[in-house]
């Protein structure tokens, strides 16, 4: 239902509660290569292989900048009204 979800929100954005978050791919892991991880405040930290890469690890100081804007929660209830409306053409 991700796709369904993802349109219902921009139909209307109460649907879903998004957070900020930094987001970034694991690349250079033996056993964590590929793995997607999310950051909510700097700074960013970076394993050893990644240090060289052009995201590198935030000062203290440094302000936060989300890259992507995550689900954390959504209302069910809400969803399903507006999915059965618009499946059924009872809009």
Do not use: C, W
Request: hydrophobic share 45%.
């Amino acid at each position: 239902m991700r796709d369904a979800l993802t349109v219902a929100h921009v139909i209307d954005p109460g649907i879903l509660k998004v957070k900020n978050y930094f987001i970034a791919v694991e690349t250079s892991g033996e056993m964590t290569a590929g793995e997607t991880v999310g950051y909510t405040q700097a700074p960013i930290f970076k394993s050893a292989p990644l240090k060289a890469s052009a995201i590198t690890a935030a000062s203290p100081d440094a302000p936060f900048r989300p890259n992507a804007n995550v689900a954390i929660g959504v209302e069910p209830e809400r969803f399903f009204r507006l999915f059965l409306e618009r499946l059924t053409g009872r809009v």
